[in-house]
């Protein structure tokens, strides 16, 4: 397993400004994710973030929103930019240790765009 | 494509009876099955996978979940429910980074 720490853990903001989400993991992992998971829904991909390379993102999510940084295999970074209140979410990091099918979460960090 | 459908959106039990949460899922090859649960500001924590070998798998806090490949399902159980139960339980299927996640069933446990 793997245990994922991610700050801030909630933030509200002001429209049109930017959030940078931090996760740190415990052990180093190549392979990480980020998830938004809106209000009542379900978790949605956004973006895999591999060290080493620059990170893909799913249909609908783009570079200029939401730049990731992978400066390392403990540590990412999400930025959330030009924020509008459909931002508002839960923005969760993920890894997948090696030879693990499973992926392990951390606690999110809770957005409200104002 | 692989997809998971997860059919009850809320299900609400009486504390001390059992539970079935159900999961269906579609996938082209022998799928990687998972069970994550969501307790109210928290992320997910993973109950139980089911990867190849016995088709009945036993998880965290007492859950259980059986793969049928004839039904595609992979249904999540336990004998007898306890207030903490109370969150949202979400299926998973897929491996590392090429995993989807069904809608999320919201449990509710009655005193």
């Known amino acids: 397993s793997a245990v994922i720490s991610q700050k801030p853990s909630r933030d509200i903001c002001q429209r049109g400004t930017s959030l940078t989400i931090q996760c740190q993991v415990d052990s180093q992992v190549t392979m990480m994710f980020w998830y938004r998971q809106q209000p009542g829904q379900s978790l949605t991909l956004i973006a895999t973030a591999n060290q080493g390379s620059e990170a893909t993102y799913e249909s609908g999510f783009v570079i200029d929103k939401f730049p990731i940084s992978r400066p390392n295999l403990t540590f990412s970074t999400l930025t959330v930019s030009n924020m509008s209140p459909e931002d508002s979410s839960i923005y969760l990091c993920s890894v997948s240790p090696p030879g693990a099918g499973e992926q392990y979460f951390g606690p999110g960090t809770r957005l409200t765009v104002t | 494509a692989q997809s998971v459908t997860q059919p009850d959106i809320h299900i609400t039990v009486s504390e001390g009876a059992s539970l079935e949460l159900r999961c269906n899922y579609s996938y082209g090859a022998t799928p990687y099955l998972f069970w994550y649960v969501q307790s109210p500001g928290q992320g997910l924590q993973l109950l139980l996978k089911y990867f190849s070998g016995d088709t009945l798998v036993q998880g965290i806090k007492g859950f259980e979940a059986e793969f049928k490949r004839s039904q595609s399902s992979f249904n999540l159980r336990k004998p007898s429910v306890h207030w903490s139960d109370a969150a949202e339980y979400f299926c998973?299927?897929?491996?590392?980074?090429?995993?989807?996640f069904g809608a999320g069933t919201r449990l509710t446990v009655k005193p």
């Open positions: 998973a299927v897929g491996a590392g980074g090429d995993m989807r």
